[in-house]
T-cell receptor, first 112, second 117 residues
Framework: GENVEQHPSTLSVQEGDSAVIKCTYS??????FPWYKQELGKRPQLIID?????GEKKDQRIAVTLNKTAKHFSLHITETQPEDSAVYFC???????????FGAGTTVTVRA | GAVVSQHPSWVICKSGTSVKIECRSL??????MFWYRQFPKQSLMLMAT?????????EQGVEKDKFLINHASLTLSTLTVTSAHPEDSSFYIC?????????????FGPGTRLTVL
């Protein structure tokens, strides 16, 4: 099955700085890579996603890159704000069974 | 669009009782729904895949006789935790996949907080 690894587990940044979270996956059949933001006690919220036929995608302050050859993908948040503080999960979905495999999560704290 | 609801949002029960959690897709049809469990400060772990009109498929280590899943219609899947024990206390989240959506996006319910005393 798919194995998704995520680093770092915690990340503290000064407001206005950038935050980068990196993930790797193992299953070459994975073709969809969503990123979720989860606040305490709430459902995961999709913030951006990327498909295997695209190398980079940007949405305002958030960007994601994908390297299929190396099987890794990254989330970049620029100009961080206190409301960006949350737990972020990367995930990978296999074209074979549509199952979401999550990374372990990164707790991001933005210091004012 | 793409709204998924879950009921109840939280439940407290006594050890040994059974609890049913409902997951509904409100504005789309979901041939496949997924059930996840999330312990505090951990990631979401897939428990099972619920397929409309057929038996659910369970992930390794998940007891199918303890976590009963029924997906009787294209908009409803239920998870019943049978003979619940304190170690079953967790946050249970469902997700649904729109069969008409060519992409793989899943839409999550708000989750159910289960506490077993």
């Amino acid at each position: 099955g798919e194995n998704v690894e995520q680093h770092p587990s915690t990340l503290s940044v000064q407001e206005g700085d950038s935050a980068v979270i990196k993930c790797t996956y193992s299953d070459s059949a994975s073709n969809y890579f969503p990123w979720y933001k989860q606040e305490l006690g709430k459902r995961p919220q999709l913030i951006i996603d990327i498909r295997s036929n695209v190398g980079e995608k940007k949405d305002q302050r958030i960007a994601v890159t994908l390297n299929k050859t190396a099987k890794h993908f990254s989330l970049h948040i620029t100009e961080t704000q206190p409301e960006d503080s949350a737990v972020y999960f990367c995930a990978a979905v296999s074209v074979n069974d549509y199952k979401l495999s999550f990374g372990a999560g990164t707790t991001v704290t933005v210091r004012a | 669009g793409a709204v998924v609801s879950q009921h109840p949002s939280w439940v407290i029960c006594k050890s040994g009782t059974s609890v049913k959690i409902e997951c509904r897709s409100l504005d789309f049809q979901a041939t496949t729904m997924f059930w996840y469990r999330q312990f505090p400060k951990q990631s979401l772990m897939l428990m099972a895949t619920s397929n409309e009109g057929s038996k659910a498929t369970y992930e390794q280590g998940v007891e199918k006789d303890k976590f009963l899943i029924n997906h009787a219609s294209l908009t409803l899947s239920t998870l019943t935790v049978t003979s619940a024990h304190p170690e079953d206390s967790s946050f249970y989240i469902c997700s649904a996949r729109d069969w008409q959506n060519m992409y793989n996006e899943q839409f999550f319910g708000p989750g159910t907080r289960l506490t077993v005393l």
